[in-house]
């Protein structure tokens, strides 16, 4: 009887060293340098289980084995998120359920700079390989907010563009109660229209008050814009570029959008304006100028008369012919 205790106990004792060691091993390897010798990214889709998840960072080389972080992970009580992860070199099999039960995924930018319009927007949203989904809205001209939008894989593309023209809606609705008084704009919509011109005008911020203090000082006055990029617009069939020059032709084309034809404002924005442009509108310049011409600098010059103009015009051609001579 004696020996039978004492086989029991021997085996409970061994029992109980190799529970011990198996868990010190598995907390070790759980919490020790993963394998990876390089950063590994890695998609998890939507509704992946667990013991999915634990192969796929063991065939991908994240983690030694998916045991190990099965049972940590069950151990934790962690829910872990799908998504693109970007795991380091080496990264434990804690720190990378961390990062998953966290939802520290990729972060993706898309850059939509001030003036694209609409099209080039779309195109922008639709080229990104990261997203999901079709573009499916239709949104206005200038309705875009311009800025540098921080994505995730799998993001919708149709929920990207409504987060744009919430963004531009919001933006408007913050400005437009702050605007200078006695501007001949009545509307949001024609501050917007305004301002998409002014930023297709120039590039330069400084410059934009007082780009948008000559439109609002011709309003005012019931003379014409004419801006060549409200020309452009609607010969580029909305596209706002052009692969050649703006010609006499395109001047005197009666589009809806040609202020050289047009009395006032075009009927809609001619591309997506950013807030400098828009709160240029909203707060011209201080000055009685109503004309502007390229400097030859990247910059423009600004004259009240049109005598004044028009040397300014004659200093401009004479730097373009001084460039073709060089070319």
Known sequence: MRTVLRSVFILAILAIAVATWAALEGHRRFTGPGPAAEPVTLVIPKGTGLEAIARKLTEAGVVPDPYSFMVGAKLRGASLKAGEYAFPAHVSPAEAMAMMAEGRTV?????????????????????????????????????????????????????????????????????????????????????????????????????????????????RLGMKLQSDPTVIYGVSDKLGVLDRPVTRADLDNPHPWNTYVIDGLPPTPIANPGRASIEAVLHPADTDALYFVADGSGGHVFARSLDEHNKNVANWRKVEKARRAGQ
């Open 107 to 219: 972060v993706h930018k898309l850059t939509v700079a001030e003036g694209l319009s609409t099209r080039q927007v779309l195109a922008l949203v639709d080229e990104a390989d990261y997203l999901a989904g079709s573009v499916t809205r239709s949104p206005a001209e200038g309705t875009l907010l311009p800025e540098t939008w921080y994505l995730s894989r799998d993001d919708q593309r149709d929920e990207v563009v409504a987060r744009m023209e919430k963004s531009m809606r919001a933006l408007m609705e913050q400005l437009w109660p702050q605007r200078a008084a006695e501007l001949p704009i009545k509307s949001k919509e024609q501050a917007l229209v305004l301002a998409s011109i002014v930023e297709r005008e120039t590039g330069i911020k400084a410059e934009r008050p007082m780009v948008a203090a000559v439109f609002i000082n011709r309003l």
